[in-house]
C-alpha cells in the first residue's frame, strides 16, 4: 500500500486548500480512510475519516463544520476541503487506510502511513 498526500502550502488565516490523497496498491473502497495531523512538538492527532463506501464521515471537535472529508473511489483518492483555516491547523496532514476494527478517531487503528503534506496558516 502506498499513499501519496499533496496540497499542502501556506495560507493566510481565513483562507481554504484541499488536500489529496492517493492509493495505490489496495482496493480504495474496501476501508475507512483517515487524515490525521501532527505539529511541531505535538503528538500526532485525528482529524477527519470516512468509513468505506463513503457512507458516514468522523471530524475531530476542532474542525467540524470547517473540514470536509471525501473520496472518489474511480481516483482512489481521498481529499480534504479545508475552509476558515486558523494558525492553530499548522501541521504536516497525513492519510492513512483504517486497518483495524477499532474506534475511527483512534490512531492505532490506522496503518501504512505515507509522507505527508505541509499546511502553514499564517495570522
Known amino acids: 500500500v502506498q499513499l501519496q498526500a499533496s496540497g499542502g502550502g501556506l495560507v493566510q488565516a481565513g483562507g481554504s486548500l484541499r488536500l489529496s490523497c492517493v492509493v495505490s496498491?489496495?482496493?480504495?473502497?474496501?476501508?475507512?480512510m483517515g487524515w490525521f495531523r501532527q505539529a511541531p512538538g505535538k503528538e500526532r492527532e485525528f482529524v477527519a475519516a470516512?468509513?468505506?463506501?463513503?457512507?458516514?464521515?468522523y471530524y475531530a471537535e476542532s474542525v467540524k463544520g470547517r473540514f470536509t472529508i471525501s473520496g472518489d473511489n474511480a481516483k482512489m483518492t481521498l481529499y480534504l476541503q479545508m475552509n476558515s483555516l486558523k494558525p492553530e491547523d499548522t501541521a504536516v496532514y497525513y492519510c492513512?487506510?483504517?486497518?483495524?476494527?477499532?474506534?475511527?478517531?483512534?490512531?492505532?487503528?490506522?496503518?501504512?502511513w505515507g509522507q505527508g503534506t505541509l499546511v502553514t496558516v499564517s495570522s
Open positions: 492513512a487506510p483504517k486497518i483495524g476494527s477499532g474506534n475511527y478517531y483512534y490512531r492505532n487503528q490506522y496503518g501504512y
Open positions: 496498491g489496495r482496493t480504495f473502497s474496501s476501508y475507512g
Open positions: 470516512i468509513s468505506s463506501g463513503s457512507a458516514t464521515t
